[in-house]
Each structure stands twice: as structure tokens, then as C-alpha cells.
């Protein structure tokens, strides 16, 4: 069986190399911070739409996941880079 | 209006699927499990192995999630990666009659105990700041 060690090399050959890990990780990230930061304004404009955020901007919206996660084949965007939040202005409660 | 739920960012690994993505996972301390769901969990389906199906239950109702084989890696405040390896990782099952705009989907990645009960967890709402200290 592989270890931890053995199994975060093959993660990260499989992710590009090594370079490439730390880039998707920074682009997360600032994916995540655009989102934070601009949540407030996304909100009046996406209300109830499905948001999809790639090198902080936004890259595609719709109410409906399907449509969304096929706007973004269409257009070619690397899904497991991608960042895609739901919005919505209804109070809900969560439990989790 | 509620403070942000405390989350982090980590990658999950597939072996078997020779696969993973970042995601965020929500921090909860009530999950026995480290899970994918909603949007992460969907993209998995097809994949996945029924034999893997286990319940779940939960204050929202019960589940089932498939198991595989993963490892969970951070990254320090020393740029350094760190990683867990967790011996079922859930993911999970989306009913196909679901519809794409299904609450189901809205459900985040959960870090569940079986890492956390290798971390001190600090949580700071009002600094909107999380803090994972591996032991």
C-alpha cells in the first residue's frame, strides 16, 4: 500500500507537477477571495443563479446546474479549477 | 446576518481515479467523515462503485454515500504541502431524478473528524479566520 508521502507525489504529478499544484492552489484561492470580497454586489446581480468564477471574473451563470456545467464545457474552462457558488438572497438554515 | 461558516481550502485525491480538484470544505466537528457532496460528489457519480454504499444520517435526514480511498492535502502557512490520508473518503449519491437546481446540489465538502481529531481547530468569526494545527 503507498504511503501518505508516495500518495501526495502521485496527486500532485496527476494535478500537472508541481508547479502546476501551487498554480491551481493560488488560483483557487483568489477565485475563493474574489467571491468574498464581491459577494455582496454578485448577489444583486445573480440572485438565485449558480455563479462560476475562473481567474476572478466571472464566466458563467444560470438558475439550473445542468445548463451552467455545460456552458463551461462549451466554453472550454477547466472544471476542477473552477469555482462555482450558488447565490441566493432567501434566508436559509443550514445544518450540517 | 450569520458569520461566514468556518471552511479551508484542501485538495482531494483519488488514486484509484488517478484524480482530484481544490475545493473548499466546510470544517464540521459533527461529521464522523470527510465527504464530498452536492456539485463535487455529481461530477464523481459515474464512477463511483455501488458495493462502496454506506447510510448516513444527519439532523437533515439520511443518506448514502459511496467510500473511497484518498488523501487530503493542505498547504502550511510555511508553503509546505501537508497530507492525510483517510481511508473513505465519501462521496455523495445524487439520485439521477434529482433536478439540477436541487437544494442537494448546494450541499458543501464536509472535513470530518477523522482529520480533525488530528488538529486543534481555531475559529475566529469576527477575523473570519480558521486555523487547522496539525498534531
New interface residues.
Given amino acids: 500500500m503507498?504511503?501518505?508521502?508516495r500518495?501526495?507525489e502521485?496527486?500532485?504529478q496527476?494535478?500537472g507537477g508541481s508547479e502546476e499544484?501551487d498554480r491551481?492552489?493560488r488560483q483557487?484561492?483568489e477565485s475563493?477571495s474574489f467571491f468574498?470580497k464581491k459577494r455582496e454586489e454578485l448577489l444583486k446581480k445573480y440572485d438565485g443563479n449558480w455563479v462560476v468564477i475562473y481567474n476572478a471574473e466571472i464566466v458563467a451563470h444560470g438558475?439550473?446546474?445542468?445548463?451552467v456545467?455545460n456552458k463551461i464545457r462549451q466554453e472550454g474552462l477547466p472544471?476542477?479549477?473552477v469555482v462555482?457558488k450558488?447565490l441566493t438572497s432567501k434566508e436559509m438554515l443550514?445544518?450540517? | 446576518m450569520t458569520a461566514p461558516a468556518p471552511a479551508v481550502q484542501a485538495y482531494w485525491y483519488i488514486p484509484r481515479l488517478d484524480r482530484g480538484e481544490w475545493v473548499l470544505f466546510l470544517v464540521d466537528t459533527g461529521a464522523s467523515e470527510t465527504t464530498l457532496n452536492g456539485i463535487h460528489a455529481l461530477a464523481l457519480q459515474s464512477h463511483m462503485r455501488t458495493r462502496t454504499l454506506s447510510p448516513s444520517f444527519g439532523i437533515g435526514g439520511s443518506c448514502q454515500y459511496f467510500g473511497e480511498r484518498a488523501i487530503i492535502v493542505f498547504r502550511d502557512d510555511r508553503n509546505q504541502w501537508l497530507s492525510r490520508t483517510i481511508q473513505r473518503l465519501g462521496i455523495q449519491l445524487i439520485e439521477q431524478q434529482h433536478p439540477s437546481n436541487s437544494t442537494v446540489l448546494y450541499c458543501p465538502c464536509l472535513l470530518g473528524r477523522e482529520i480533525l481529531n488530528d488538529c486543534i481547530f481555531n475559529y475566529n468569526p469576527s477575523h473570519n479566520d480558521v486555523t487547522l494545527m496539525f498534531r
Fill in positions: 503507498a504511503t501518505s508521502g500518495l501526495l502521485r496527486a500532485v496527476a494535478a499544484f491551481k492552489f483557487y484561492k475563493l468574498d438558475k439550473e446546474y445542468d445548463n456545467a472544471i476542477e479549477e462555482i450558488f443550514t445544518l450540517f
